[in-house]
């Protein structure tokens, strides 16, 4: 089983407060996500910019796209993202015509879980051809009271069964790892764990040594 | 019957590419939409620029919000749009965050059709207060040749005998319109049809004529 990368998810609503973080703990992470929330707030020159400053990162341009799938990849792609995302509730022709800009390039789309979705739609991505899927445990969610439990673990199974490459998101924190035991898990993605710890690196190390421990 | 607004959807890669456009055109129309492929590319910037060249008009960030309500639409209102959307695939906590943000500011949220969502959702969405869809024929849809058909009138009556107000898109031409006759609509965006026409300020014109021969 490889082991997992590590993706901070960076959902500042400036560049310039995003890159008080990355400039501090790149070192330790894998993949640079350029947040929805940043994406939004500073368009795609946070994606040009940060592909700019970290080459050798892979940059994600997390904007769950809805529609009009080959502009939108081919924005994020061209401004020096690796992968971007396209939400679940997409049309396939959508899911497709993002992939068909992707695969000439070297990059990937990846199916964002946030909200409803179902496993028809999953076989669908997969006869598409889409290889990761982000499992998200999403932030509203999170602020009513609800847990990572055994429903989300077995939606996870039963996408790593399916062959999906799983990148798990929403609130985690090191001890939340050890959950996933024995998944394949891709990415780990930790956001304000590592932006708002007293001491990032640190808190990027702990997730670093988790990983190692449960998937080395 | 109220007569439904213009609204012109600025779904181009720069914002000085958009205002090339909404210079000619914004007398006729009543919505301003900063398209996500502008705030994409753009971010919040085309937001605050539309909204300060047009201060009388509606100005519709689509941002197509699927988490974190409270932080999205909070950048688009503070940034100057009238109006946003959520996806429809959103958790209802995210449309509700979203609402709360809204209302103290005389702002509104409009929830996105794009892609797979249901009835049970829409009653949902009508618990929580939301008042305007946004009825999709997606452009990946479009491309793959489906037409406006007898299942899309049927969904589009059935959300306005729910009390939805409708704003409708997806590549309407004028000649698209009758098909709604007798329908409440509040919306009718157009796009490439105005953005592209030789003459912009006539498309933008005819779309109100018709508009006014069936529900003036």
Same mark, same amino acid.
């Given at each position: 089983?490889?082991?997992?990368?590590?993706? &901070?998810?960076?959902?500042?609503?400036?560049?310039?407060?995003?890159?008080?973080t990355t400039?501090? %703990?790149?070192?330790?992470?894998?993949? &640079?996500?350029?947040?929805?929330?940043?994406?939004?707030?500073?368009?795609m020159?946070? %994606?040009?910019?940060?592909?700019?400053?970290?080459?050798? /990162?892979?940059?994600?341009?997390?904007?769950?796209?809805?529609?009009?799938?080959?502009?939108?990849?081919?924005?994020?792609?061209?401004?020096?993202?690796d +992968?971007?995302?396209?939400?679940?509730?997409?049309?396939i022709?959508?899911?497709?015509?993002?992939?068909?800009?992707?695969r000439?390039?070297?990059?990937?789309v990846q199916?964002?879980?946030t909200g409803? +979705?179902t496993l028809?739609?999953?076989?669908? +991505?997969?006869?598409a051809g889409?290889?990761?899927? !982000?499992?998200?445990?999403?932030?509203?969610a999170?602020?009513?009271?609800?847990?990572w439990?055994?429903?989300?673990?077995?939606?996870?199974?039963?996408?790593?069964d399916m062959?999906?490459?799983?990148t798990?998101t929403?609130?985690? !924190?090191?001890?939340?790892?050890?959950?996933? /035991?024995?998944?394949?898990i891709k990415?780990?993605?930790?956001?304000?764990?590592i932006?708002?710890?007293?001491?990032? !690196?640190?808190?990027a190390?702990?997730?670093?040594?988790?990983?190692?421990?449960? +998937?080395g």
């Amino acid at each position: 089983m490889a082991v997992p990368l590590l993706q &901070i998810a960076l959902d500042n609503t400036s560049f310039s407060d995003a890159v008080r973080t990355t400039r501090l %703990v790149y070192e330790e992470i894998d993949v &640079i996500e350029v947040g929805t929330i940043l994406c939004c707030a500073e368009g795609m020159s946070a %994606v040009r910019n940060f592909k700019a400053l970290y080459p050798d /990162k892979i940059i994600l341009a997390d904007i769950k796209i809805a529609d009009a799938g080959n502009i939108l990849s081919r924005l994020a792609f061209d401004s020096g993202a690796d +992968w971007t995302t396209v939400i679940c509730c997409a049309d396939i022709a959508t899911v497709k015509s993002a992939l068909r800009e992707a695969r000439p390039r070297g990059c990937d789309v990846q199916i964002e879980l946030t909200g409803a +979705w179902t496993l028809e739609q999953a076989e669908q +991505w997969r006869e598409a051809g889409i290889k990761q899927v !982000v499992y998200h445990r999403s932030r509203d969610a999170q602020a009513a009271g609800q847990a990572w439990g055994e429903k989300d673990l077995e939606l996870i199974r039963r996408l790593a069964d399916m062959g999906f490459e799983i990148t798990l998101t929403g609130g985690l !924190v090191p001890e939340d790892l050890p959950l996933f /035991k024995g998944i394949p898990i891709k990415v780990f993605i930790a956001g304000r764990a590592i932006r708002d710890a007293e001491d990032p !690196v640190a808190a990027a190390r702990e997730f670093k040594r988790v990983i190692a421990q449960y +998937w080395g």
